[in-house]
């Protein structure tokens, strides 16, 4: 009778063990201590940022290049732009040009404007775009 009430509830923990979903998609809800986001940028502090947001970059692998999208990022783009805004709301982003740079791999250029209590400033990150890697930032200047 003793190890009947054991086994019963083994079998529950373990039903309540199983049932709880743990999988998490880390790369699309990335959070990141804005403050010091901002900071790195304004002060074009490349190693650091590419620690800070290098989740957001992890899986953003090209495609297959299409005459419309000839370096298979488009997409990814999107979706990169999305993370930042979302990483740290101080930062609005926009795509200046896409594999516009013809160095090796071409890159693309992004807009970083970012709004402090008392001014706003601007950042252009350069993006390395690889036809067969994921994208990767490469510079910060003005």
């Not at 190890?3 to 998609?25: E, G, H, P, Q, T």
Request: charged share 25%; aromatic share 6%; hydrophobic share 40%.
């Amino acid at each position: 009778m003793k190890y009947d009430s054991l086994i019963c509830m083994a079998m529950i923990v373990s039903v309540f063990l199983l049932s709880c979903d743990k999988s998490v998609d880390d790369t699309s809800n990335v959070s990141s201590d804005c403050p010091e986001v901002t900071v790195a940028l304004l002060e074009k502090d490349l190693p650091l940022i590419q620690d800070l947001w290098n989740d957001l970059f992890v899986d953003l692998f090209a495609s297959d290049a299409t005459i419309a999208d000839p370096f298979g990022h488009e997409e990814n783009f999107d979706k990169l732009i999305l993370r930042m805004e979302e990483d740290c709301n101080q930062i609005n982003v926009r795509l200046i040009c896409y594999g516009c740079i013809e160095t090796f791999p071409n890159t693309s250029e992004l807009e970083l404007i970012i709004s402090g209590e008392t001014s706003i400033d601007t950042v252009i990150m350069d993006v390395l775009t690889p036809g067969d890697d994921v994208l990767s930032i490469s510079g910060l200047h003005d």
